[in-house]
């Protein structure tokens, strides 16, 4: 019964935008921090963004000042607005929830950036 949906992944150019989102079950995951990994072909996995149940955000270096993490409590979403993409954004993303002790994961969307 516990489950998170992403949706908003697909193709963007460079210099254009894309918004990521993800829809967890339960009205506990009002109570979660939620957020983005990202993993591209041969890399690590990265911290994308991060946000509490309070509204307190955190960005990995590569996307600050080019992404925003934003929630909706009340329908335990939380959706990443990607904007100035670059061809390092490609990556297949990863939503999260962290509550209770326990962390939630998406199946994963694929971001491409190609011209």
């Known amino acids: 019964q516990v489950q998170l949906v992403e949706s908003g992944g697909g193709l963007g150019q460079p210099g254009g935008s894309l918004r990521l989102s993800c829809a967890a079950s339960?009205?506990?995951?009002?109570?979660?921090?939620m957020g983005w990994y990202r993993q591209a072909p041969g890399k690590q996995r990265e911290l994308v963004a991060d946000?509490?149940?309070?509204?307190?955000?955190d960005y990995a270096d590569s996307v600050r000042g080019r992404v925003t993490i934003s929630r909706d409590n009340a329908k335990n979403s939380v959706s990443l607005q990607m904007t100035s993409l670059k061809h390092e954004d490609t990556a297949v993303y990863y939503c999260?929830?962290?509550?209770?002790?326990?962390?939630?994961w998406g199946q994963g969307t694929q971001v491409t950036v190609s011209s």
């Open positions: 999260y929830a962290r509550v209770a002790g326990n962390v939630y």
């Open positions: 339960g009205s506990i995951f009002r109570l979660a921090a």
């Open positions: 946000i509490t149940s309070g509204g307190s955000a």
